[in-house]
């Protein structure tokens, strides 16, 4: 088949042997200020932060299974095209990254090239055609909202560092996720400012962070009777107390006909391992980072199938670092995780007195 001009051009760009993937958005994203976008099917691409990069380069051997699969750092090139903001991730020494008018044009091709075709872009949502509209407007003004935020970052020379991390969601068919923000501090080691300390200290006291060690910071989930999906952002976390957090948990696990009951002890389960694990570990903290909990919403071959995992370490410190004084477990995190342990095996408690949640 004849290639047109375009797709040579392209082809012969190609022989500089370096590989170079277009990202996409990743709609599974709960929670963040920036934004996550999708490398491949497995894999997730964040902006790098230099100390979460530290922790996922120092990662306990006994946490690696609740830690996402670290693949390596990236360097991503945003280019502005009209109203689009095109990303592509290349490795660290390609050679593009110091030529770039040559760059951009390939770039530009490659959008132009791929400008009709199917878009793969399009989740396995099966959504009524009316709330799939709706679902999806809201979903692109959230992605449009962090990729501004991530491009105003790299808007000098449009060149920024990523890291390479596990698509934890990668197997589910209607993934399902909360976002939990864990422990008792507000902020890490590090104070940027005090006017930013004292907003932190008072978000924790306001909400149930001070008194749980942990606070909801956003869902989303898969309503099989409606088939579409609700969404639940980190603001309703800031303002209620236990009872309304319990009630947060309960809305996840509901899935529009009747609470999962069989994601409970799965749950638990992990939740237990993830403590032991904790308590048996020196000088680690954890500040500010989440607990991210995914189900499979609606398919009968991943039923039960629970994944749980640390995420957000841009406050975190590990043992290796010189000026890391702190010692013993990580209380503050383990203190929300008991909760969590509690808070479902009442759960449990309450449909064995014959209660539905």
């Known amino acids: 088949m004849k290639l047109t001009d375009m ?17 996409k958005p990743y709609d599974h994203q709960v929670g963040g200020h920036n934004c996550m976008l999708k490398y491949d099917e497995k894999t997730l691409c964040k902006p790098l932060n230099e100390q979460e990069h530290v922790v996922y380069s120092n990662t306990p051997d006994s946490l690696k299974e609740f830690f996402p699969n670290f693949y390596g750092v990236v360097t991503v ?6 109203d689009k903001i095109l990303c592509y991730a290349m ?6 990254c110091k030529d770039e008018n040559r760059f951009r044009n390939y770039l530009l091709a490659i959008d132009a090239w791929q400008e009709g075709k ?6 396995k949502v099966e959504c009524s055609q009316s709330s799939k509209d709706s679902y999806n407007e809201a979903l692109k003004v959230l992605f449009k909202d962090r990729l501004l935020r991530t491009w105003n970052k790299y808007v000098n020379n449009g060149l920024g560092k990523f890291i390479l991390l596990e698509n934890i969601s990668k197997d589910f068919h209607y993934p399902c996720s909360i976002d939990l923000k864990m422990g008792t501090r507000g902020s890490g080691d590090i104070i940027a400012s005090l006017e ?29 009777s409606r088939k579409e ?14 009872s309304g957090f319990i009630s947060c948990l309960k809305d996840f696990i509901y899935n529009g006909n009747t609470h ?11 939740l237990k391992t993830l403590l032991q694990n904790l308590e048996n570990i020196d000088s680690y903290r954890f500040y500010c980072s989440s607990l991210l909990i995914i189900y499979d919403g609606c398919d009968s071959d991943n039923q039960s199938n629970v994944e749980l995992r640390m995420i957000d370490f841009a406050q975190s410190r590990v043992k290796q670092e010189s000026t890391n004084h702190h010692r013993g477990p990580d209380n503050g995190y383990i203190l929300g995780v008991r909760n969590l342990i509690r808070i479902f095996t009442s759960f449990l408690d309450e449909i064995k007195n014959g209660g539905t949640l």
């Open 91 to 96: 490795p660290l020494d390609c050679s593009y």
């Open 118 to 123: 199917e878009d793969s872009r399009s989740t």
């Open 196 to 224: 930013k300390y004292e907003r932190h200290v008072q978000r924790v006291n306001q909400s149930t962070s001070a008194s749980l060690g942990v606070r909801f910071c956003g869902m989303r989930v898969y309503n099989c």
């Open 7 to 23: 797709e040579e051009s392209i082809q012969q760009e190609a022989e500089h042997k370096c590989n170079i993937v277009q990202l």
């Open 260 to 270: 999962r009951k069989d994601l409970i002890k799965p749950i638990i389960t992990k």
């Open 77 to 82: 090139r945003f280019e502005k095209n009209g």
């Open 229 to 242: 999906y609700t969404f639940t952002d980190k603001y309703k976390g800031r303002t209620i107390d236990e």
